[in-house]
């Protein structure tokens, strides 16, 4: 069964960086693109970044392009997520996620990926 969790969410101030850890037991892990989506209260889940299987490509959301860089690290199994220039506006669940159909993380779809994680929480406060 394959296993996804998410860690460092927390509550910050606007202008703050947070940098949000992602392990999965995917296998093997370095076949799959992964991606991070988030979820504001009462909204539907967005894409926020995806990289490829071999971290060579990377897609963001206009959203977050310049602030937010996504990277992996196939020997430890791990997809990061540094978050600079924090916004109230950032404030979201985050979600983790893996997909088997998708080599490059070429698409935002919620429903092309595969694997995901329960979340971790960021809070940007002004």
């Known amino acids: 069964q394959v296993h996804v969790a998410e860690t460092g969410g927390a509550s910050v101030q606007t202008g703050a960086s947070l940098k949000l850890s992602c392990t999965a037991s995917?296998?093997?892990?370095?076949?799959?693109?992964m991606a991070w989506f988030r979820q504001a209260l009462g909204m539907e889940r967005e894409f926020v970044a995806s990289?490829?299987?071999?971290?060579?490509?990377?897609y963001y959301a206009d959203s977050v392009k310049g602030r937010f860089t996504i990277s992996r690290d196939n020997s430890e199994n791990s997809v990061t997520l540094q978050m600079n220039k924090l916004e109230p506006e950032d404030t979201a669940t985050y979600y983790c996620?893996?997909?088997?159909?998708?080599?490059?993380?070429?698409?935002?779809?919620?429903?092309?990926?595969?694997?995901w994680g329960q979340g971790t929480q960021v809070t940007v406060s002004s």
């Open positions: 990289i490829s299987w071999e971290g060579a490509t990377t």
């Open positions: 996620a893996g997909t088997r159909g998708y080599d490059y993380g070429e698409t935002s779809r919620v429903q092309d990926y595969d694997y």
């Open positions: 995917i296998r093997p892990f370095s076949h799959h693109a």
